[in-house]
């Protein structure tokens, strides 16, 4: 809480790494704001310098000050976003550990907010001082606020010191990117710089310091490359954003079995929220409901879309495979079709893909009740039994947490985007009939060395068929999802070909799997697979049970909050465009006109109509 005990409107957020010289008059001249409605978040980022904590220690109950203590080095970027997710105003200024701010800052910029309700980005003038604090010289930026920001801050970093941000839009654009240490600020104006309104405060509101150990002269050479990678991502990111992917294409594959009521909602949110060219092949696994009709007339009204149907269930894994022979997209996106997409979904997928130089990224997929089902998934391995996990499960899509990028150790994939050349080095295994495919499919990816992430920004809803009563009385859907012997054939094969049992008691119990001791499921397992051929040995398994292996990030759930409860706070989701960055700029070849679009120009029938949401421009 703030000085006064109301909920502050300004977190004053600073990330600390020694500058124990500095340290204490910072987070005096933070904590001494003649604004009453302001709180402190104070981040040490595990300083090496022992002087630290115990200046924070003198810190520690000072009424609207929030000493937060990180357990591990994670760089200016994280530090700075676990005390934006532990922050309660509605805005956030942002205070380095070396600065000053002067008594009255805060006063002056909650008297801008209350006269600018509709700005985003404030910004001000500053002062820069040296070591002792004289004043070197004084900074005025109010000449570049006379353009808009997008135009201007491609050529020049402006809104500097002292910026002050509304929050909410940290759920949108995101947070800051690890990638950007030392230029996350210029990354971050960047990407506000095309939707949110900037406004410049034509008073001198920071005191700069200049000195020898300060990030921006030790890394200077470091930061001028970021900036350069900065503005070549943004402008990739304007790109992709118009639907220009140049002589790129992109193939989706959805594959259908029953429920073409849910099969419709999808498809016809994905041509009323995908700006993007893409072409969409659908695979039919032998429906017995009116699936295929709708099918049939759909693929007639939207000339992008190519229809297999098959006579016969190929399951998960087989009908991927078969429906990515039929693809000629240089990206691939797998997706379920009870999902329903959000506008901007695929442009923000496309680009964290490019930005972290990565091979696959999936959705933040959210439940119906506004819950995180996954952001990426991550798993642990002890003594021959992987343990599967989903980030973010315990979250609500809104928590600040659920907008850090990360590296994932597996993906589920009905959401997910993939390069067309990773299914040259990694194939779907048709035998697992009855799940584990991704699973599968993700350890072929990290032995081969491929990389995964998340893309917290591209989020779709996931109608699980839990949510909807009709579908869980449906007793054919039912009986193919719960195949007790698929799913024990895939529990077999997956071990047979990984060398590790998938450890889930409650599928051990519905499957009949002795699970009393460990040794004993591994017995079932052995004695199961003992007339079908070796079992492949993967690094970290122990089959023996011997030295224990825990694969470094299983608990992934790495939201930023290690022990706060998420704050529900069910407000309407956002559905502004929010974007990441690129670095393989040239990934998309050179700008040509868009020529493939679905025909949105024809009605269908009454039974088959609903209702397509409007995407808004950025």
């Known amino acids: 809480m703030s000085l006064t005990g109301r909920q502050p409107l300004i977190s004053i957020v600073m990330p600390v790494f020694n500058q124990t010289r500095f340290l204490r008059e910072a987070i005096s001249s933070a904590a001494s704001q003649t604004c009453p409605d302001v709180e402190l978040v104070v981040y040490d980022d595990y300083s090496s310098s022992p002087g630290v904590r115990e200046i924070l ?42 600065d000053i701010l002067p008594p009255g800052a805060m006063k002056t910029v909650a008297r801008y907010i209350a006269s600018h309700p509709q700005v985003h980005y404030f910004y001000s003038n500053r002062e820069n001082i040296d070591e002792n ?18 135009d201007q801050i491609i050529g020049f970093m402006f809104a500097t010191h002292l910026k002050v941000i509304k929050k909410e839009v940290f759920r949108e654009v995101g947070l800051f990117k690890k990638d950007f240490d030392s230029c996350q600020d210029y990354d971050m104006a960047l990407r506000m710089s095309r939707s949110y309104n900037f406004f410049h405060i034509p008073e001198f509101l920071y005191r700069y310091r200049i000195h020898s150990g300060q990030i921006s002269k030790v890394k200077k050479r470091d930061q001028s490359l970021l900036a350069y990678r900065a503005r070549d991502l943004e402008m990739f990111r304007r790109r992709i954003l118009k639907s220009d992917l140049g002589n790129r294409k992109i193939s989706i594959i959805i594959l259908t079995m029953n429920r073409w009521q849910r099969t419709r909602l999808c498809l ?25 009709d709708f099918l049939k007339w759909h693929s007639k009204q939207h000339p992008n879309v190519r229809l297999i149907l098959e006579k016969e269930n190929l399951g998960c894994a087989g009908g991927r495979k078969k429906a990515l022979a039929e693809a000629s997209g240089d990206y691939i996106v797998m997706l379920d079709n009870d999902l329903r997409v959000t506008p901007w979904w695929l442009e923000n997928l496309l680009i964290r893909l490019i930005e972290a130089k990565a091979d696959a990224v999936c959705c933040k997929v959210v439940l119906p009740d506004g819950s995180v089902q996954y952001n990426g998934g991550s798993y ?31 993906l589920p994939g009905g959401a997910t985007l993939y390069r067309r050349e990773v299914f040259s080095r990694v194939q779907y295994c048709e035998g697992l009939r009855g799940g584990l495919e991704d699973n599968d499919l993700s350890l072929q990816m990290a032995r081969a060395g491929l990389k995964m ?67 004993e499921t591994r017995q079932f397992f052995r004695n199961l697979v003992e007339k079908s051929g070796s079992v492949q040995r993967n690094p970290g398994s122990d089959e023996q049970g011997g030295n224990t292996k825990f694969f470094p990030g299983f608990s992934g759930e790495d939201n930023g909050e290690k022990q706060a409860k998420p704050v529900k706070t069910h407000r309407k989701p956002a559905e502004s465009p929010a974007t990441h960055g690129n670095a393989d700029i040239l990934d998309c070849g050179p700008a ?27």
């Open 592 to 618: 040509k006109e868009s020529t493939q679009k679905p025909d949105k120009g024809k009605t269908p029938p009454a039974w088959q109509a609903a209702p397509n949401p409007q995407k808004t421009p950025p």
């Open 133 to 150: 604090g004289n004043v070197t010289a004084r900074l005025d930026f109010s000449k570049y606020g006379k353009k808009h920001p997008a």
């Open 453 to 519: 992430v998340n893309c917290p920004a591209a989020r779709v809803v996931h109608h699980h068929h839990a949510f909807d009563a009709v579908e869980m009385g449906d007793s054919e859907y039912s009986k193919v999802r719960n195949d007790r012997k698929k799913m024990l054939d895939s529990a077999v094969v997956f071990y047979r070909r990984n060398g590790l049992i998938v450890y889930d008691p409650q599928a051990f119990k519905y499957l009949g799997i002795p699970h009393g001791t460990r040794e």
């Open 57 to 98: 220690s003198g810190f520690k109950g000072v009424p609207g000050v929030k000493i937060l203590l990180g357990e591990s080095n994670e760089g200016i970027s994280m530090s700075t976003n676990r005390a934006i997710i532990h922050s309660s105003g509605e805005y956030v200024a942002f205070v380095d550990c070396d």
């Open 380 to 410: 642990r391995i002890q003594n021959g039994f992987i343990q599967f996990s989903f980030m973010d499960s315990q979250l609500y899509q809104d928590h600040l947490g659920t907008m850090i990028d990360r590296e994932c150790r597996w």
């Open 268 to 292: 016809n949110q994905l041509a009323s929220s995908t700006g993007l060219p893409y072409d969409l092949i659908v695979l039919d696994n032998n429906s017995s409901d009116s699936t295929v």
